[in-house]
């Protein structure tokens, strides 16, 4: 099978941090750029971040920039995003998806999508 398979979602105060990961089984990442994104309820699709295929360029959402980092591990199969001063407005169900460029904070071209993983923030 191939698929993209998020997890390090939960329930987090504000102020807190959490790193998500996303790890592909069935192909390899390293070919691939690897952008997240994020939902909330009643809310559009947004693009928080994405990351080149190399882990060398890498995009943020300006709403994430400064507290969201996102990097990769090819060796691991895995990308990860970092999740720093939460608030609120974090509060979303946060996706992976495999790619073949960034655009801004999205990934584009995309052959997988991650199922997702719930990141609540509240105290």
């Known amino acids: 099978q191939l698929q993209l398979v998020e997890s390090g979602g939960g329930l987090v105060q504000p102020g807190g941090s959490l790193r998500l990961s996303c790890a592909a089984s069935?192909?390899?990442?390293?070919?691939?750029?690897i952008g997240w994104f994020r939902q909330a309820p009643g809310k559009e699709r947004e693009g928080v971040s994405c990351?080149?295929?190399?882990?060398?360029?890498?995009k943020y959402g300006d709403s994430v920039k400064g507290r969201f980092t996102i990097s990769r591990d090819n060796a691991k199969n895995t990308v990860y995003l970092q999740m720093n001063a939460l608030n609120p407005e974090d509060t979303a169900t946060y996706y992976c998806?495999?790619?073949?460029?960034?655009?801004?904070?999205?990934?584009?071209?995309?052959?997988?999508w991650g199922k997702g993983t719930l990141v609540t923030v509240s105290s």
């Open positions: 069935g192909f390899t990442l390293d070919r691939y750029v």
């Open positions: 998806a495999a790619g073949h460029y960034c655009l801004g904070s999205r990934s584009g071209g995309i052959n997988y």
């Open positions: 990351i080149s295929s190399s882990g060398g360029s890498t």
